[in-house]
């Protein structure tokens, strides 16, 4: 299973990514499933980082995990944004497919805490952000047994 991004939405998420570094950025990927289940892409929503280092470093040590440095280390989507989301996707027939979002100055690959916070029916996109310029973007799922399986990242080059 992979997930098709128009060239837009991926423009759209590394503009997202290379404005707020070097916070991490997150954002919604919303759209619909096919009838086989396979994703379907229609807009990426871009949401404030709301994290909170103050109110959120219990749910880090839950983790198991030292968080350090604030938004650029972690990020936290604020309920009012994903209801929001979910009211858009559901007036269209939509759903929440996924979230992406950037690990500045740092490889696109999971963290534990990532791990941690995310849940198995949602798709994730992390793109590294070096020094300010986007690096690579990498999908990823849970599976089974919550360990993150890496699915394949396919930007559509022409628009179809
Ligand atoms: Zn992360």
């Not at 619909?32 to 807009?43: A, I, K």
């Not at 709301?50 to 198991?64: C, S």
């Not at 996707?89 to 696109?108: F, K, N, V």
């Amino acid at each position: 299973m992979s997930l098709h991004f128009k060239p837009w939405h991926w423009q759209q998420i590394c503009i997202h990514a290379e404005l707020v570094y070097p916070e991490e950025c997150c954002g919604l990927l919303l759209g619909q499933r096919d009838t086989m289940g396979n994703p379907q892409l229609e807009v990426v929503w871009p949401t404030h980082n709301t994290w909170d280092n103050v109110q959120q470093v219990d749910l880090a040590a839950i983790a198991g995990e030292e968080r350090t440095g604030a938004r650029s280390r972690n990020f936290a989507i604020a309920p009012v944004d994903l209801l929001q989301a979910q009211r858009i996707a559901r007036g269209q027939s939509w759903d929440i497919l996924g979230i992406y979002h950037s690990h500045p100055d740092y490889p696109a690959q999971p963290s534990d805490f990532d791990r941690a916070i995310a849940w198995e029916q949602y798709l994730y996109l992390i793109v590294s952000v070096r020094d300010g310029q986007i690096e690579r973007g990498r999908m990823w799922q849970l599976d089974l047994t919550r360990t993150f399986q890496e699915l394949d990242l396919n930007i559509i080059q022409s628009p179809t």
